[in-house]
C-alpha cells in the first residue's frame, strides 16, 4: 500500500544516506540474508518500533502525555539525536 | 539623603521604629519614587574586581562568583547529561533485531570488517596485506 496522497513529515526526514544508513527494502533484504526473512515494512515498523520505545522513556522522563511518543519517535531530528549516541556508544555494549 | 538620614534617626529615637516610606517622603518633601530612587542611588558600589572576603587579598572577586548574562544555565547541562544516560539506557533495552534494524537505518556497523556490504576482491584484499 502507497502512502497517502499529501502527506508530509512535519520536519522532512532523517538523513540517513548522508550517513551510509540504507533504505527499508535494503535492510529487509540484509535481515532475510541473515535468516531472519522479512518485508521492507516490516523493517520499517521494526525500526519505528525500537524509536518509540526510546521515545516512551523520554515522555517518561519529562512527564509528557502519551500522545506525544508517536509524535517523538517519527521526528528525524529525534531519530538523528539518536544516530547521534548509538554512533558515539558504537563498540560499547548497551 | 541627609535628610532621610537625620528624620529616620530622629523617629526611630522617639518612637522606637523606623518611619515607613510615606512618612519619610512627607517629612522631607519629596515624592515616594523620588526618595526610592535617592536610596537605590545611595546603596554602596561595589568593584566587580574587589575580593569577596577583606581578610584574604587572594580570595576570589566578585566577578568570578557573579555569572554573566550569556552563561549557560548549569541546569540545562545537567538536563542534557540526565536526557542522554535515560537514552542510553533505553537504548540498550531494544531487542536485537530492532537495535540491528537501527543501526543497519542509520548506516552503523559493529563490525571493524564489513566485508559484506564493503566487498573487496582477493586482489585488493592480497595487496592490502602486502601492503601492511
Known amino acids: 500500500m502507497s502512502m497517502p496522497k499529501g502527506f508530509k513529515a512535519h520536519h522532512g526526514y532523517a538523513t540517513v544516506t ?3 544508513g540504507k533504505g527499508y527494502r535494503e535492510i529487509a533484504e540484509i535481515m532475510t540474508d541473515d535468516g531472519d526473512s522479512m518485508k ?14 526510546v521515545a516512551t522513556t523520554v515522555c517518561e522522563l519529562y512527564e509528557m502525555p502519551n500522545a506525544e511518543i508517536e509524535r517523538i519517535a517519527l521526528d528525524p531530528r529525534f531519530q538523528e539525536s539518536i544516530a547521534d549516541i548509538m554512533s558515539e556508544t558504537q563498540g560499547i555494549d548497551l | 539623603m541627609y535628610k532621610a538620614y537625620t528624620f529616620t534617626e530622629e523617629y526611630t529615637e522617639t518612637l522606637k521604629c523606623e518611619p515607613s516610606v510615606d512618612e519619610l517622603a512627607a517629612a522631607v518633601r519629596v515624592p515616594i519614587n523620588t526618595l526610592r530612587a535617592i536610596r537605590k542611588s545611595g546603596a554602596p558600589q561595589l568593584s566587580l574586581d574587589a575580593p569577596v572576603s577583606k581578610s ?26 540526565t536526557l542522554r544516560s535515560a537514552l542510553v539506557e533505553a537504548l540498550a533495552k531494544l531487542s536485537s533485531r530492532e537495535e540491528k534494524i ?6 552503523l556497523s559493529e563490525e571493524d570488517i564489513d566485508s559484506t556490504n564493503f566487498p573487496i576482491s582477493k586482489k585488493d584484499f592480497m595487496k592490502l596485506q602486502g601492503g601492511c
Open chain 1, 18 to 20: 548522508d550517513r551510509g
Open chain 1, 40 to 53: 521492507h515494512s516490516a523493517a520499517r515498523n521494526y525500526f519505528l518500533s525500537g524509536m518509540r520505545k
Open chain 2, 56 to 81: 584574604d587579598s587572594g580570595s576570589r572577586t566578585f566577578a568570578e562568583l557573579v555569572g554573566g548574562v550569556d552563561d549557560k544555565d548549569p541546569g540545562d547541562d545537567m538536563d542534557k547529561v
Open chain 2, 102 to 107: 537501527i543501526r543497519l537505518r542509520f548506516g
